[in-house]
């Protein structure tokens, strides 16, 4: 048996002791904000495996020695954080955010401001579904009600594997589905092979998000102009009380006055001292 064999075996049965599990779970806390209780330890087992097959080491013993002890945590957090974010998104998921943001928001935000361009941040974009559904719904309500303006969409995540994903803007067909057909016809492109069941994004729609790795436990978001538009969905749920007061903060920062915030359904933004008034079910404008 080679050495990347015995490795695959051995590390298929492997578990990871109580101390390992702690020095991760606290790294993974304070460099992302996600919470790591001990009842996630076999997901958590799970996830690390494929990464130490690809990385071609034996236990979660060795790789946590690499980590903390061999000074391999500075090369390999960016995977270890890809690994264990969980990085679920669909187009046009919880699609009463898009019909608020055409109904109310933007007609709001155009006679408000008159920028030429608006400004719309995903901040937890995962690979590319939500910042592209954002740029359908903008193209679409555009050219329909104000072609004379032109909108930008930045999309962020703290995980390289999904910004790398977003940027090619290749999507099995399934994921897809959700489009409605108008709107695939004109912004996704079959394969020119028909067995690929995969279809991507057109070069002009791409051409109107922009990906870039940003951590919501930093301190100051980066973004530039404040946003109109900023949706931080189903990530909230993976931070403590604590952290999400942090998020949310620097969010209604990075936001215009009357600028619009959208959070998950299932996630909650009360209990926080923040700038923002309820509009809608998890909708929130900045005062
Ligand atoms: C479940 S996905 C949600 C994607 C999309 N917003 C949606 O609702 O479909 C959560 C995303 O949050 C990202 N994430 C987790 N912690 C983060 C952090 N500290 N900073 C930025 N993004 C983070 C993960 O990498 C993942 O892609």
Known sequence: MNMTM???????????SKRNFDLLSKFIYD??????????VTMLEGRLRRRLRVAGIASFDGYCDYLFKQGGLESEAVH?????????TDFFREPKHFEYMVQAA???LLAAYADKRIRIWSSACSTGAEPYTLAMVMSEFLAASAPER????L????????LQKGQRGIYQNDLLQPVPSDMMRKYVMRSSDPARQE??????????????????????YPVGDPMHIVFCRNVLIYFDKPTQNHVLSRLCDS??????LFVGHSETVTGFDLPIKQVANTVFQRM
């Open 150 to 153: 032109d909108y930008f969409i």
């Open 31 to 40: 460099y992302s904000g996600i919470k790591m209780p001990l009842n996630k």
């Open 155 to 162: 999309a962020t995540d703290l995980s390289t594997d999904v």
């Open 106 to 108: 933007l007609p709001n």
């Open 6 to 16: 015995a490795a695959k075996n051995q590390a298929l049965d492997d578990r990871l």
């Open 199 to 220: 279809m991507r994004i057109t070069p002009k729609l791409r051409s109107k998000v922009g990906f870039a790795r940003l951590n919501l436990m930093d301190d100051r």
């Open 80 to 88: 270890l954080i890809d690994a264990v974010t969980t990085n679920k």
């Open 255 to 260: 936001l215009l006055p009357g600028g619009y």
